[in-house]
Nanobody, 124 residues
Framework: QVQLVESGGGLVQAGGSLRLSCVASGRTFRRNALGWFRQTPGKEREFVAGISWSGGSTYYADSVKGRFTISRDNAKNTVYLQMNSLKPEDTAVYYC?????????????????WGQGTQVTVSS
């Protein structure tokens, strides 16, 4: 059974940092693009960042460019999201996702596997 498990969420003050991790089990995603999305109540799931299978290409939502960094360790079947200079508007449940193709996408319906999510709360 394929599982994606996120960790690293929590409560942080504005301007602080958090590092999210997502470990995959049940299969390898070495040839798959991975991504991070976030969602707040009443809103659609929003693309945050994506990374190609090799890590050679990364994409970010404009709202997080320059503050967030996505990376991956294929040996560990893990994707990371380093979040710096956090703002209250970054508060959301963050989900990692994997797609069956190697090229990154930014639409939630282009991804095939999802984690359960981890809560990130940024206080002002």
């Amino acid at each position: 059974q394929v599982q994606l498990v996120e960790s690293g969420g929590g409560l942080v003050q504005a301007g602080g940092s958090l590092r999210l991790s997502c470990v995959a089990s049940g299969r390898t995603f070495r040839r798959n693009a991975l991504g991070w999305f976030r969602q707040t109540p009443g809103k659609e799931r929003e693309f945050v960042a994506g990374i190609s299978w090799s890590g050679g290409s990364t994409y970010y939502a404009d709202s997080v460019k320059g503050r967030f960094t996505i990376s991956r360790d294929n040996a560990k079947n893990t994707v990371y999201l380093q979040m710096n200079s956090l703002k209250p508007e970054d508060t959301a449940v963050y989900y990692c996702a994997a797609r069956e193709r190697p090229i990154v996408a930014s639409s939630w319906n282009d991804f095939d596997y999802w984690g359960q999510g981890t809560q990130v709360t940024v206080s002002s």
